[in-house]
């Protein structure tokens, strides 16, 4: 079957100067910037709120920057524990060359979870009402993060020799493959972002960490399919060895961190829906 020449794109956008602009960095200077906009459409929607404390229009601003240090920072250090933990054991001062590439989505939700349970406190907002409003524009980043993969030629998919709309990436061999950088934008982007879109219409943030249970369990289901059509990474392989490979079409490391955040998304969204997180009100 005929396959699709890969588009060569330089990875680096523009340049001033001596100082090189990367497609990857814009995406995610696009994705968090496009993020604070629509989140800042929610937050000034009081009816989406009511009863629960709605944040300034400054409470948002300043969100960002938190999330994005959680984003970066979680996203290393999930990416050396969880994908290449030996090579920096061997080379611990690559740790810090982000430049080179390694992030790990995973470690990026954790460190950002972390960083917006921290800013809710010091702001004396709720917590779970603050995730559920990052949870609803978090899969903007995670469109345009897709498809700067893409641009730049990793994180490509399995081989697909019958499949027309395969691709031919420069750096992976001769064999037509999958896009499955464009199947996880559409999956974890797009059709997660609309149906975050349906979720904060119907319920909007009057449930704490129903919101979140919705993405967590939308995420990991998308992530889990479209696993089908990546190749794993290169140091890690396809887990638990060839039997369950050919019986499952193979478990990768995406798909295992996957599973947890499923449970939890279910978990959460069941004890939301029952009202247990609502906050206690003071009785006299």
């Known amino acids: 079957m005929p396959s699709l020449t890969f588009p060569i794109i330089d990875p680096i956008a523009f340049s001033i100067g001596p100082f090189a602009i990367r497609w990857y960095a814009l995406a995610y200077v696009t994705g968090l910037l496009g993020g604070w906009f629509y989140a800042k459409r929610l937050a000034a929607r009081t009816e989406l709120w009511a009863p629960q404390r709605q944040p300034k229009p400054v409470d948002v601003d300043d969100l960002i920057v938190w999330v994005a240090l959680g984003v970066v920072l979680g996203g290393r250090v999930g990416y050396v524990l969880f994908y290449n933990l030996s090579t920096y054991l061997a080379q611990p001062l690559e740790i810090f060359a982000v430049w080179r590439g390694g992030m790990s989505f995973h470690g990026g939700l954790l460190g950002a979870a972390l960083a917006i349970v921290l800013f809710a406190r010091t702001r004396k907002l709720n917590p779970l009402t603050m995730l559920d409003l990052a949870s609803t524009v978090a899969p903007i980043g995670l469109f345009f993060g897709r498809i700067a993969n893409f641009i730049n030629g990793e994180l490509w998919g399995r ?57 967590i369990l939308g995420y990991a289901i998308a992530r889990i399919v479209c696993e089908f059509f990546r190749e794993p990474d290169e140091q890690l392989g396809f887990l638990f060895g060839a039997s369950v490979q050919a019986l499952s079409g193979g478990i990768t490391m995406g798909m295992l961190l996957s599973i947890p955040m499923a449970l939890l998304g279910m978990g959460v969204i069941i004890v939301a829906s029952r009202g247990y997180t609502q906050p206690r009100t003071e009785t006299a």
């Open 159 to 215: 081989t697909a020799i019958d499949f027309p709309y395969a691709v031919v990436f420069p750096h992976a061999g001769p064999l037509p493959r999958h896009p499955s950088q464009l199947y996880e934008a559409f999956g974890e982007g797009l059709l997660l972002f609309i149906l975050m879109a349906i979720a904060v219409r119907l319920f909007g943030f009057r449930r704490p960490g129903l919101l979140g249970g919705i993405f």
